[in-house]
């Protein structure tokens, strides 16, 4: 049941205990409980809403930072990380395989603070041995999401 429910909400949070059970045609409280198990055993991190900030007045601008390290003896890359996740502009933090170690996302006002972020705090760490940042110039699709439907061409086609 765990997996189901999983699946289920991972697509719409939104959804009450109630709908869900029904969906599943289980029982509410045992759905409750599932789901208090998984958000107590931290299988359920959060709920997010997805947001298209380019529908807003909200200046931001996302980016994502390729970062090179010397993991720490004993430590690995996971005391890295967590320095890096600490940061307020920090949005995620992954641990990759291939040419660089992590991909860190980060949200700011402008390129400009973005570019501030990696100059003084991301390169200045004594582990951190090079970064490439790429920016985000628009998202067609985010966490299975399409952000903004395809435009349908209602013209009346003329044939000569």
């Keep these: 049941m765990r997996e189901k429910i999983l699946t289920i909400i991972e697509k ?30 931290h299988i359920i991190c959060g709920y997010h809403t997805l947001i298209n900030w380019d529908k807003t007045n909200d200046e931001r601008v996302d980016a994502l930072i390729e970062v090179k390290v010397t993991p720490q003896r004993g430590l690995g890359f996971d005391s890295i990380a967590q320095r890096i996740y600490q940061y307020d502009e920090v949005d995620a933090v992954y641990l990759m395989s291939g040419s660089f170690d992590f991909t860190v996302l980060i949200s700011g006002k402008t390129m400009k603070e973005v570019a501030s972020f990696v100059s003084s705090k991301l390169s200045p760490m004594e582990s951190v041995l090079s970064t490439a940042t790429h920016f985000v110039l628009k998202k067609y699709k985010d966490h299975g999401t399409v952000i903004e439907q395809p435009r349908v061409d209602e013209r009346m086609k003329v044939s000569p």
């Design 12 to 41: 719409n949070s939104r959804l009450t205990i109630k709908d869900i059970a029904s969906i599943l045609g289980e029982n509410e409280a045992k759905v409750a409980a599932e789901i208090e198990a998984m958000e107590n055993e």
